[in-house]
């Protein structure tokens, strides 16, 4: 069972950066890849990045690719999105999610889901 908690969010300009973090219960951390989803608003929930259980892999959506950076340190059982140059269109809650089986990049290959964080870029 794991649990999690994101924080970071908040109101920016665009072209401006905010880092998200996802701060997970638990001592097994690195067993799980994790996840970035966001639902902006009138959209449907979407993929943003994911990252494997070690770290060694990484995989981003098309709309944030040479954005957005994830990254994860198991020590502090945490997870990172990095987020520059911001868009109005990436306005959305932000959820982290946490993945136990061989697929991470749908939001049903998740099991474990936070109560998210709000992302606003103003124009």
């Known amino acids: 069972q794991v649990q999690l908690v994101e924080s970071g969010g908040g109101l920016v300009q665009a072209g401006g950066s905010l880092r998200l973090s996802c701060a997970a219960s638990?001592?097994?951390?690195?067993?799980?890849?994790m996840g970035w989803f966001r639902r902006a608003p009138g959209k449907e929930r979407e993929f943003v990045s994911a990252?494997?259980?070690?770290?060694?892999?990484?995989y981003y959506a098309d709309s944030v690719e040479g954005r957005f950076t994830i990254s994860r340190d198991n020590a502090k059982n945490t997870v990172y999105l990095q987020m520059n140059n911001l868009k109005p269109e990436d306005t959305a809650v932000y959820y982290c999610?946490?993945?136990?089986?061989?697929?991470?990049?749908?939001?049903?290959?998740?099991?474990?889901w936070g109560q998210g964080t709000q992302v606003t870029v103003s124009s």
């Open positions: 999610a946490a993945a136990s089986g061989t697929y991470y990049r749908r939001a049903y290959d998740f099991g474990y």
């Open positions: 990252i494997s259980g070690e770290g060694g892999s990484s």
């Open positions: 638990g001592r097994t951390f690195s067993t799980y890849a």
